[in-house]
């Protein structure tokens, strides 16, 4: 579905500095930067620690913890933000002079997700004294209550959404919990576990832990390799705080100030480590970490992170490049199987429910998010994948099916789903998650009852026109900035994320060459006021592509540069293609 292509309106740009380029002034206005001062991406300007509600009672419970030599595990999730935040809390607690912790992170197919009763025993049983929840615990009020019951001190570490009621736990600490000042709400899990290891070096160091036992106070910064990976990877808005937190592990990276096991992550994804940008995070390593908690145990991918030397960080990374490979091969036949149950319904893009919901037993629960977000780009609609919650079918759960769910702009999908929720009582077992991702579980059988539901509330709360795919852009690039220098500037003004979107220019060109590469991507040479540059679209409508009668196309595009056996060139990433037509003003 071809999306429509907004070009964003002018702004005032006088507040920001006028020793920047005038369009990237200009690109930094659009996306709401106040001040120059916000471009000031130095750790001093980080949120201050202290403003994150429950860290004193966190941080005096894992001092008592340490203290008294107290068995501590970390509880950790199933993907890379849950993966680098395990990593991190690991990493930290030894450098802060822990000698009893280790973790665990729940099989998805065993498990299921977060702290359930059913990971509490098996913490239990390896005689946990103080559970740490990182990426996960603020829904888990079972587990929460079960750990209790036991006698084991939680520490919930968390940054999705709270529900009406929040888990009895010892302490809890996340930026959307009820009276929490922190500015930044939209920190990933990584992101909370970094600032909580901050506070708890300070409270140390407070109670003369460092000198007492003459240990020498760490450089949490350390981490921030980790911090920027989970960050990026778990797709949260990247606001001033996060862009803080992203840039500083990017530099570290850049600078060969990593761990083994990221370098490893680099090389295995044939990126350049010293021109690492944050989508490298997001489209090489962090699926290659999350591969490992799809296909298997997430514990490979946190191994990995905590890798001591460049041999082993290899061999892991090897092994998640492989898992990585398979998880491909099975969305893609997910992939096919999505579209045909959709032309089996006769769905099509003039034909859509308002909401998408699927459901096949045999389908691999490791990749259904993936899927559904596939199928929500391609239709522009919100959607939800199904699949049986055990891999032995429906009958080893009782007929209960997870389900992943991804949203469009203008709807907040966990909000629909505790409406849903609150409208039938018992239809969905249990949920959570955040505006634009979560997960549910219901019963096979309510499946068909829950799809029109679902598709009925989607129509009630979106209009015609949110259903409408829309890519904004920032207008056409004059020639004379088609260039290598300009590329590089555009990667410096970064990092560039969720919300905080790297520059989409577009304009028409005409097409000079075009031929199909890699099955579905089309190589082209495109020509502009004289100037010839090269151009990739990946994954195009092969039906469509390559046309022999296009002769001016329009292209919505990325400056990039490509490197190749050591030489750079420019090259146009492009975003969306079409015969020529023009592009819509903004209002």
């Known amino acids: 579905m071809l999306k429509q292509i907004i070009r964003r309106p002018q702004v005032a740009d006088e507040h920001l500095s006028c020793d920047l380029h005038p369009l990237i002034k200009q690109i930094y206005a659009r996306r709401g930067v106040a001040g120059t001062e916000e471009l000031d991406l130095t750790t001093a300007r980080l949120a201050p620690v202290q403003s994150l509600k429950g860290l004193d009672d966190a941080c005096r419970i894992l001092h008592l913890a340490m203290a008294q030599g107290q068995r501590i ?34 099989n998805r197919f065993e498990y299921g997700y977060g702290l359930s009763p059913e990971i509490v025993d098996l913490a239990a049983q390896q005689g946990a004294q103080l559970l740490v929840t990182v990426d996960n615990g603020i829904s888990c009020l079972a587990g929460v209550r079960r750990a209790k019951e036991q006698g084991i001190s939680v520490v919930v570490t968390d940054h999705h959404l709270p529900g009406s009621q929040l888990p009895d736990a010892d302490a809890i600490v996340n930026p959307n919990q009820p009276g929490c000042t922190f500015p930044s709400k939209a920190l990933a899990g990584v992101g909370v576990a970094f600032y909580l290891m901050l506070a708890l070096r300070k409270y140390l160091r407070e109670q003369h832990w460092f000198t007492e036992r003459g240990l020498a106070e760490p450089n949490i910064a350390q981490l921030l390799d980790l911090v920027a990976l989970g960050t990026v990877a778990d797709v949260v808005t990247l606001d001033n705080n996060n862009r803080i937190l992203v840039s500083q592990g990017l530099k570290r990276i850049r600078a060969g100030l990593t ?36 296909l298997d145990d997430m514990s490979f991918g946190i191994n990995c992170l905590l890798s001591k ?5 290899r061999a892991a990374a090897l092994e998640l490049d492989e898992l990585n490979k398979a998880r491909r091969e099975i969305e893609q036949g997910m992939q096919a199987e999505a579209e045909r149950v959709l032309k089996q319904l006769k769905f099509n893009e003039d034909n859509l429910p308002f909401g998408i919901a699927l459901f096949r037993e045999d389908w691999h629960q490791g990749v259904i998010g993936i899927v559904c977000g596939r199928l929500k780009e391609k239709y522009h609609r919100p959607s939800i994948v199904f699949a049986a919650a055990s891999d032995d079918g429906l009958d080893k759960n009782q007929g209960e ?62 209009n015609e026109e949110d259903f409408q795919g829309k890519l904004l852009s920032d207008g056409a690039l004059p020639v004379a900035d088609m260039t290598l220098a300009f590329a590089e500037t555009i990667r410096e003004a970064g990092p560039w994320g969720q919300n905080f979107v790297e520059p989409v220019f577009d304009d ?54 490509n490197e190749f056996r050591g030489k750079q060139s420019l090259q146009l990433m492009v975003e969306q293609l079409s015969l020529a037509q023009p592009a819509a003003e903004a209002l």
Do not use: C
């Open 259 to 294: 761990r083994p096991g990221i370098q490893a992550l680099i090389e295995v994804a044939n990126r350049n480590q010293q021109a690492l940008v944050a989508s490298d995070f997001g489209f090489a390593l962090g699926p290659r970490i999350n591969a490992a908690g799809r």
């Open 73 to 106: 595990i970390v509880i950790g999730d199933f993907d890379a933000d849950g993966a680098t935040s395990t990593a991190l809390m690991m990493e930290a607690l030894s450098l802060l002079g822990s000698s009893n912790h280790s973790f665990l992170v729940p």
């Open 401 to 462: 099916i997870k389900g992943s769910a991804r949203s469009i702009p203008g709807l907040h999908i966990r909000d629909l789903l505790e409406h849903i929720d609150s409208q039938n009582p018992g239809l969905i077992l249990k949920f959570g998650g955040h505006a634009m991702a979560a997960g549910l579980s219901i019963k096979a059988a309510d499946f068909e009852r829950f799809r029109q539901l679902f598709d009925r509330f989607v129509g009630d709360w979106l």
């Open 309 to 313: 030397d460049l041999m082993s960080a």
């Open 508 to 561: 028409e060109f005409t097409l000079i060459q075009q031929r199909l590469v890699g099955e579905k991507h089309l190589k082209m040479v495109v020509q502009k006021d004289g100037e010839v540059f090269d151009a990739i679209a990946f994954n195009i409508d092969i039906k469509a592509w390559p046309n022999i009668h296009a002769k001016q196309v329009h292209l919505a595009y990325r400056l990039d540069i």
